[in-house]
């Protein structure tokens, strides 16, 4: 019968160890990548494209937790779309890490993708979203829905959290802000609904469907088919109140107040008699009495 000591195992396994630190910590050892100064490590991790990144992530945990810093992917995150980051450099989305955001846009872009239905209506029906947090807002005919996201998988919990109503008609569009909920309908009104209880406020400003809306700052800048864009006040002081109208040659499509808050960008539809020509123009903003001020006018084709 053959007899094995474990303590002779535990001892033989203790000096294989001590030969090999000796071994790589002599003059002349090699060195390993991860065992470089930061700095280095990031130059050469910048010649590598994502798929190399994420193979030699898996090769080790030292390399797996460098690699899965921000400073690594942030050059290749400004690079493609919907990652969080302005031209500027500026992180919009703190709490993914840049990482997740340059594969989800790599999915987004080939089309790999997970096909669930989350949602099913007996009438084909276009409802306008947004995800804020793990809320996710839905448009249903003339009222809009809150459903909480589970966090394995996504799907949405069967019970309703929250319902903003008060439209005649369908909802055109809403936009969301820390504290409010603001919706565009097809009877012409704005309604700004406070996210945290059930008072709304309803703007009359439009004799047509509104299109489009954006909010930013304390500003609502609404889009109908009126031919104007209109700008409103969201302050306590100037509540409700219409600081100006912008007229337009045809229907407002879209409009989009800028981060900076010192314009607003406002699309339209010129008809003519061969074809329509998209036009996008910019009017300035003052954060005081919010004139505005046609700055450009350009073709988008």
């Given at each position: ?32 990548l991860f065992q470089l100064p930061e ?243 910019a009017y300035s903003i003052s954060s005081r009495t919010f004139p ?10």
């Open positions: 019968v053959l007899s094995i000591n474990p303590f002779k195992i535990v001892e033989a396994n203790a000096e294989y160890q001590r030969k090999e630190r000796k071994r790589w910590s002599g003059e002349g050892a090699a060195m390993f700095e280095v490590i990031l130059l050469v991790l910048s010649y590598l494209d994502p798929r190399s990144l994420c193979r030699l992530s898996q090769t080790c945990r030292r390399s797996y937790q460098f690699i899965s810093r921000d400073a690594v992917w942030r050059k290749i995150a400004k690079d493609i779309i919907n990652t969080g980051l302005t031209r500027q450099g500026i992180d919009l989305s703190h709490s993914i890490s840049l990482k997740d955001r340059v594969k989800v846009s790599h999915n987004w872009i080939n089309g790999v993708c997970r096909k669930e239905i989350l949602l099913k209506w007996k009438t084909n029906m276009l409802p306008w979203i947004e995800l804020d947090h793990d809320v996710l807002y839905i448009s249903q005919a003339a009222n809009i829905s809150a459903y909480h996201l589970r966090a394995d998988g996504g799907k949405l919990l069967n019970s309703r959290v929250a319902l903003f109503s008060g439209h005649q008609e369908d909802v055109c569009r809403f936009t969301l802000t820390d504290t409010h909920l603001i919706s565009a309908g097809g009877d012409g009104k704005i309604i700004v609904h406070d996210r945290r209880s059930d008072y709304s406020v309803v703007y009359n400003g439009h004799n047509q469907e509104v299109n489009c809306i954006d909010s930013k700052g304390g500003v609502i800048v609404s889009g109908s088919r009126d031919r104007t864009a209109k700008i409103w006040a969201l302050t306590a002081d100037r509540f409700g109140q219409c600081l100006h109208t912008i007229p337009t040659y045809d229907r407002v499509w879209s409009v989009a107040i800028s981060p900076s808050l010192w314009y607003v960008r406002v699309i339209y539809l010129s008809c003519g008699k061969v074809q329509s020509i998209p036009y996008k123009r505005c001020r046609n700055l450009c006018k350009f073709s988008l084709n």
